[in-house]
């Protein structure tokens, strides 16, 4: 591989990263502001927008005609897996005082795609990789821990939502990685969208809420989504055409660094001194898993633990 399509591999990996942290921050700021069903209203239906035009700029849409009756089934049944999962994840942004947090509790999304790949398509992990997860597994308990003894206050605001989302997405992954081959990333960021967006609508009209809301929030709305449902999906697929899915997953664990930034000096947080522990935990535990999974002289010594 030439070193041209390695630069835009890290390129678009590294305008992934600050995509999705941007998403964290734009999200925060319209959900301080509005309920959560008018946020998805806008979120959704915006992103949808942006998704049906660049596909229909693109072509994407023409690859439906082929689709078998397989592949409905595993995009309807991926919507849903996401649908919930990013539900989950928006309530745990609404819920956590600082998205930095959340971020970082997100990085353990490896960690449920490599026990879950172990348990369903037994695949097999090695020593690195175990390692890796032992790192991950500490600083989401560092990360959460709030301090107090009572079961009710263990955790801090929006960990449990945030680790929920993370694990129905590991699902959709695996079950993505099972069905899913010739299914362009366009048409799923479509029926994720569209999904979302008849959801919110629903709900939007059952419970009367209204689609009023001010400039400013429009604006955060208008500038996440586009950042989010569609730069994000489209920056992190396009990378893993140049580089390796490992390089590109160190590249996209430096979007926590990117949220911890944003926060400050959009909302003068920053999270305190254990959550950074733990965060930095959790980073290089993504570093050593994704490093693992490129070391092929280590192949060998693999364990599997679906016996």
Excluded: C
């Amino acid at each position: 591989m030439n070193k041209s399509n390695q630069f835009k591999g890290v390129m678009w990996a590294l305008i992934g990263a600050i995509a999705m942290s941007n998403v964290y921050i734009f999200s925060k700021a319209a959900l301080s502001e509005i309920h959560l069903i008018q946020f998805g209203f806008y979120w959704f239906g915006l992103g949808l927008l942006w998704n049906l035009i660049y596909s229909v700029k693109t072509k994407k849409l023409q690859h439906i005609k082929g689709f078998s009756r397989s592949s409905y089934i595993a995009i309807g049944v991926i919507g849903l897996l996401e649908l919930v999962s990013t539900t989950l994840f928006f309530i745990a942004i609404k819920s956590a005082d600082n998205p930095a947090v959340i971020s970082f509790l997100a990085d353990t999304n490896p960690l449920f795609v490599a026990i879950l790949g172990v348990v369903l398509l037994k695949e097999r992990f090695n020593l690195i990789e175990l390692l890796g997860m032992v790192f991950i597994i500490l600083g989401a308990l560092i990360i959460s821990y709030k301090g107090d003894t009572g079961l009710n206050n263990l955790l801090i605001p929006g960990s449990q939502y945030i680790l929920l989302s993370v694990s129905l997405y590991a699902i959709a992954i695996i079950y993505a990685k099972r069905k899913i081959k010739l299914i362009p990333p366009a048409i799923l960021n479509i029926n994720r969208s569209l999904l979302l967006f008849i959801f919110s609508l629903t709900l939007l009209l059952s419970y009367g809420f209204s689609i009023k809301i001010s400039w400013m929030v429009f604006f955060n709305l208008l500038i996440g989504s586009l950042l989010g449902p569609f730069l994000t999906g489209l920056a992190s697929y396009t990378s893993l055409q140049y580089i390796d899915a490992s390089k590109s997953s160190i590249i996209r664990s430096s979007r926590s660094l990117f949220v911890v930034i944003g926060a400050y000096f959009y909302f003068g947080t920053l999270p305190q001194s254990y959550q950074l522990l733990g965060g930095l935990f959790t980073l290089t535990g993504v570093i050593i898993i994704s490093l693992g999974k490129s070391l092929p002289k280590y192949r060998k010594k693999t364990l599997n633990l679906s016996s």
